[in-house]
């Protein structure tokens, strides 16, 4: 189990090897190094169809989480998107959060996204369980760091973005924390535009901002119960 985690990442794996040659086990060393190879990405699943998120086996944060984790609140603000929504809606659910999904035929306002997030605070002060994350996911346009209400656009049933995150996630999200998944999201995005139009396009990059963010940020998906 230590070679297992100390091999996991690809600095500490280079670590190892050198090790090994540093004990006279070249040829361990070698085929430890040829093993160190860059991460594959998993095949993109087609829409409307589940994403598996891999389960943990080590708990990486270091403290076991209640069931819930907490709650994952999922406000789709563009319909043309909902594949995409009931992805991440299922994702949440594999992470042991509560989900609250709100699903509606019609675009909401401002006002009305702000009187859904004061329905959701006090149904959660009310409820006694402890919980260690909040999310919210919010699915539809933004401008200058504030979100948008009404408007209309895309129409595949997911965003470029969404896809990446949903797949890292249910790939990644067993061992790896948070900011290491956002930038390989990063990167797929940037190797899915490649592939589509030649050039990387991304005008608009995904930001992460943290704030008195001490730790790193582990999912631990299926643990402490792992059946």
């Given at each position: 189990?230590?070679?297992?985690?100390?091999?996991?990442?690809?600095?500490?794996?280079?670590?190892?090897?050198?090790?090994?040659?540093?004990?006279?086990?070249?040829?361990?060393?070698?085929?430890?190094?040829?093993?160190?190879?860059?991460?594959?990405?998993?095949?993109?699943?087609?829409?409307?169809?589940?994403?598996?998120?891999?389960?943990?086996?080590?708990?990486?944060?270091?403290?076991?989480?209640?069931?819930?984790?907490?709650?994952?609140?999922?406000?789709?603000?563009?319909?043309?998107?909902?594949?995409?929504?009931?992805?991440?809606?299922?994702?949440?659910?594999?992470?042991?959060?509560?989900?609250?999904?709100?699903?509606?035929?019609?675009?909401?306002?401002?006002?009305?996204?702000?009187?859904?997030?004061?329905?959701?605070?006090?149904?959660?002060?009310?409820?006694?369980?402890?919980?260690?994350?909040?999310?919210?996911?919010?699915?539809?346009?933004?401008?200058?760091?504030?979100?948008?209400?009404?408007?209309?656009?895309?129409?595949?049933?997911?965003?470029?973005?969404?896809?990446?995150?949903?797949?890292?996630?249910?790939?990644?999200?067993?061992?790896?924390?948070?900011?290491?998944?956002?930038?390989?999201?990063?990167?797929?995005?940037?190797?899915?535009?490649?592939?589509?139009?030649?050039?990387?396009?991304?005008?608009?990059?995904?930001?992460?901002?943290?704030?008195?963010?001490?730790?790193?940020?582990?999912?631990n998906p299926g643990l402490p119960d792992n059946d």
């Amino acid at each position: 189990m230590i070679c297992l985690e100390f091999t996991r990442d690809r600095i500490p794996c280079y670590e190892l090897a050198d090790i090994l040659s540093e004990c006279n086990q070249g040829k361990a060393a070698d085929k430890l190094r040829r093993y160190n190879k860059s991460e594959i990405f998993m095949e993109y699943v087609e829409n409307g169809r589940d994403l598996r998120v891999i389960k943990a086996k080590t708990l990486r944060s270091g403290v076991r989480s209640p069931e819930p984790r907490g709650v994952a609140l999922i406000i789709l603000n563009e319909v043309t998107l909902k594949t995409e929504a009931d992805r991440f809606a299922s994702i949440y659910n594999q992470l042991d959060f509560d989900v609250i999904y709100n699903v509606r035929t019609e675009f909401l306002t401002c006002n009305e996204i702000a009187l859904l997030l004061s329905e959701v605070r006090q149904k959660i002060s009310k409820d006694k369980r402890e919980h260690d994350a909040f999310i919210l996911m919010f699915i539809g346009h933004g401008v200058n760091d504030s979100i948008q209400g009404k408007e209309s656009w895309f129409g595949d049933g997911y965003s470029y973005f969404g896809r990446a995150l949903s797949h890292n996630i249910a790939q990644f999200a067993w061992y790896k924390d948070m900011d290491e998944i956002f930038r390989k999201t990063i990167l797929r995005m940037e190797q899915d535009f490649m592939a589509t139009f030649g050039a990387c396009t991304l005008h608009r990059n995904p930001e992460m901002r943290q704030f008195a963010c001490e730790r790193l940020l582990f999912f631990n998906p299926g643990l402490p119960d792992n059946d």
